[in-house]
């Protein structure tokens, strides 16, 4: 498929702790909105911790939740997960794809969606991937978008196994990862940030100041609000 202006991919980000402009609601937690040109779907990846602030802003950008097709889920902490209810009581038949060491939880909680427990790397849709499952302590997934030039974006959560372990087990598509953007935690690994255009470290990210400092070409802020295109 041709893509019109060769934009693949449309990332919304209606939750963050910082918000790029006052129409917007700050809160604790990330929540990114993915319009996909392959299929013309909207998917969301992580929910942040309210439903108030996701629902609100989701208003902002004039998507209707029934609009959203998946939800992508990274980990089950409330600061990705807790605007998930918000979504469910407006839009119940979505599916939802969830680690799957918390399958059985969210199909008890979630009983009229289609909820898939990801295991390995797997094709949500076209052009879009998810990394399965990384981690002992904490299972979490990335997403990763390919666009029509087979650059990848990459969104997490929190890299609560560690950002290198997502970046390392990316390197696998042997594509050029052209953006990462999420929480980064405690990552401070720099060298495996170089040669990305666009880095967007946010939310529980502990060092922002200085991977501004070390890439202040290609460091991106990132709050509710913020939307760029791929």
Same mark, same amino acid.
């Given at each position: 498929?041709?893509?019109?202006?060769? =934009?693949?991919?449309?990332?919304?980000?209606?939750?963050?702790? =910082?918000?790029? #402009?006052?129409?917007?609601?700050?809160?604790?937690?990330?929540?990114?909105?993915?319009?996909?040109?392959? =299929?013309?779907?909207?998917?969301?990846?992580?929910?942040?911790?309210?439903?108030?602030?996701?629902?609100?802003?989701?208003?902002?950008?004039?998507?209707?939740?029934?609009? !959203?097709?998946?939800?992508?889920? /990274?980990?089950?902490?409330?600061?990705?997960?807790?605007?998930?209810?918000?979504?469910?009581?407006?839009?119940?038949?979505?599916? *939802?794809?969830?680690?799957?060491?918390?399958?059985?939880?969210?199909?008890?909680?979630?009983?009229? /969606? #289609?909820?898939?427990?990801?295991?390995? /790397?797997?094709?949500?849709? @076209?052009? !879009?991937?998810?990394?399965?499952?990384?981690?002992?302590?904490?299972?979490?997934?990335?997403?990763?978008?390919?666009?029509?030039?087979?650059?990848?974006?990459?969104?997490?959560?929190?890299?609560? @196994?560690?950002?290198?372990?997502?970046?390392?087990? !990316?390197?696998?598509?042997?594509?050029?990862?052209?953006?990462?953007?999420?929480?980064? $935690?405690?990552?401070?690994?720099?060298?495996?940030?170089? +040669?990305?255009?666009? *880095?967007?470290?946010?939310?529980?990210?502990? $060092?922002?100041?200085? !991977?501004?400092?070390?890439?202040?070409?290609?460091?991106?802020?990132?709050?509710? +609000?913020?939307?760029?295109?791929?």
């Amino acid at each position: 498929m041709m893509i019109s202006d060769l =934009t693949s991919f449309e990332v919304k980000i209606v939750f963050e702790n =910082t918000v790029s #402009n006052g129409n917007f609601m700050p809160g604790y937690g990330f929540a990114a909105l993915i319009y996909n040109h392959f =299929t013309e779907n909207y998917l969301l990846f992580d929910t942040g911790e309210n439903k108030e602030a996701l629902l609100h802003n989701l208003n902002q950008f004039n998507v209707d939740v029934s609009e !959203i097709q998946k939800v992508i889920i /990274s980990h089950n902490h409330i600061e990705n997960c807790g605007g998930l209810d918000g979504i469910y009581e407006k839009n119940p038949h979505i599916d *939802i794809y969830i680690p799957e060491e918390n399958l059985i939880t969210y199909k008890r909680k979630y009983k009229e /969606s #289609n909820v898939h427990g990801v295991f390995d /790397s797997m094709e949500i849709e @076209p052009n !879009i991937f998810t990394t399965g499952q990384i981690g002992n302590y904490i299972k979490e997934q990335a997403l990763i978008l390919q666009t029509e030039n087979d650059d990848l974006v990459i969104l997490v959560g929190c890299a609560h @196994p560690g950002l290198e372990e997502f970046l390392y087990n !990316i390197q696998n598509y042997r594509k050029n990862i052209k953006a990462i953007i999420g929480g980064f $935690h405690s990552f401070r690994k720099y060298s495996y940030l170089e +040669g990305i255009e666009i *880095i967007g470290p946010c939310f529980c990210s502990e $060092h922002i100041d200085e !991977i501004q400092k070390k890439f202040p070409d290609n460091y991106k802020k990132i709050g509710a +609000g913020t939307s760029i295109s791929f």
